[in-house]
């Protein structure tokens, strides 16, 4: 039967572009190490765990953020989506205690992961933990505050145990646990991580490899295989659940604010207009420049595109795979006359597009600035997509 679903995966990634090959095509096992860190402890165990992981060459490795730093050692770190979570392998964690808990960073990003929760999307995926601690008050606390987000999501809790003791200099404090690496950052007079800390990291990420390497192909539904598949072939998937798989939700039926239709096909085409509405409200309303900034922008347009796919759900009955090929899309900003950054947040939407429709999301795009735009919303997006 798992023959079969890889078998039906290759197939179904072959008849299906040059990117979805691209998403099937990984020879190597990829792994998450997915972080916050503020002064720069966790980071320091990160590269350990993923030099720990890609050790022996065959696990890939990929840090990340969950939320961008201006510091200098960490900007340059990308910063994860939620919905990417779904594509890995396995992903080892990996943050500052604060308060005997996850950091605040850390437990925001993991409460936007409701909509990966209900489509199961990592389930069984193998996951471990990694934390900087400063005097280590709480730190075992943390863990398993940590360990219990993760349990909930159903993902493979893989321990450290007690490794490394032979090497340890029992001198100097050690902030190690039995449930994963860590390091007492405050305590004063010698380099943290230490070394003993450092290497126990990087144990950590080396038998999180083999875990990964171990399980990849053979678990059932929802781990990587099932998303790589879901994320390929689209037909008979609703835009719902592609959409949870991405971590957001399909907003309701947006209802028209006058004598028009939310949308209209002609032929194949279907032509939609919406705007940056949310829960009944124009989401931060005014003008980019002035009264909304570009991040509150960037929302908005992420808003509006769902509203679009909201309205082509229902002019497909749901059905992703009878969405041929996103068109063309047009965003309107409310935006002083000197704005030029109009591309950039349109991003957003095109991004949300490709994201869903993969090659079928690449389309046409136009963007200008307006004076004003209905209901004081920062932007309107004209979509046109053909279907089936
Ligand atoms: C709000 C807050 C709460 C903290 N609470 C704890 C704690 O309960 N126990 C502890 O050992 N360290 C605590 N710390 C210290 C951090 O865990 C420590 O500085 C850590 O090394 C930071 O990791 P980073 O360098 O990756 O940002 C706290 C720090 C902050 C900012």
Do not use: C
């Amino acid at each position: 039967m798992k023959k079969l679903t890889q078998l039906a995966a290759i197939l179904l990634a072959a008849f299906s572009g040059p990117t979805a090959m691209a998403q099937v095509a990984h020879t190597k096992p990829q792994v998450l190490v997915l972080i916050y860190s503020d002064t720069g402890g966790t980071y320091a165990l990160a590269r350990e765990v993923a030099a720990g992981i890609t050790g022996d060459g065959s696990v890939d490795a990929t840090i990340k953020q969950v939320k961008g730093s201006p510091k200098s050692d960490l900007k340059d770190v990308p910063v994860a989506t939620v919905a990417e979570l779904a594509r890995y392998d396995g992903i080892a964690f990996g943050s500052p205690v604060y308060f005997g808990n996850i950091s605040t960073p850390m437990s925001e990003f993991l409460s936007q992961t409701g909509d990966l929760w209900s489509a199961h999307a990592l389930e069984g995926k193998p996951a471990t933990v990694f934390m900087s601690a400063g005097s280590g008050a709480g730190k075992e606390l943390a863990f398993q505050s940590f360990w219990g987000s993760l349990a909930v999501h159903g993902m493979l809790l893989m321990p450290n145990g007690i490794r490394g003791v032979e090497g340890l200099d029992k001198t100097v404090p050690q902030g190690n646990s039995v449930l994963g690496a860590s390091t007492l950052a405050s305590l004063k007079n010698v380099e943290r991580p230490t070394l003993g800390e450092r290497q126990i990291a990087r144990d950590q990420g080396r038998a999180f490899a083999r875990v990964v390497s171990a399980l990849r192909g053979a678990l059932p539904a929802s781990s990587s295989e099932v998303a790589a598949v879901t994320e390929v072939p689209k037909a008979a998937i609703t835009i719902r659940e592609a959409l949870a798989r991405m971590g957001l939700a399909l907003p309701p039926l947006p209802k028209p604010a006058g004598n028009y239709s939310p949308f209209v096909r002609t032929g194949n085409l279907v032509f939609i207009n919406q705007y940056a509405l949310k829960d009944g409200k124009i989401l931060h309303p005014g003008k980019i420049g002035v009264d909304v900034t570009d991040a509150q922008a960037k929302e908005s347009v992420q808003a509006t595109m769902l509203n679009v796919l909201s309205v082509l759900n229902e002019a497909v009955g749901g059905d992703l795979g009878r969405v041929k090929q996103a068109v063309q899309l047009t965003g309107v900003f409310n935006t002083i006359d000197t704005y030029a950054d109009h591309a950039r947040l349109m991003n957003t939407a095109s991004d949300l597009a490709a994201d869903l429709l993969g090659e079928r999301g690449h389309h046409a795009r136009m963007t200008l600035g307006a004076n004003s735009v209905p209901g004081q919303s920062p932007v309107e997006i004209q979509a046109i997509f053909e279907v089936e």
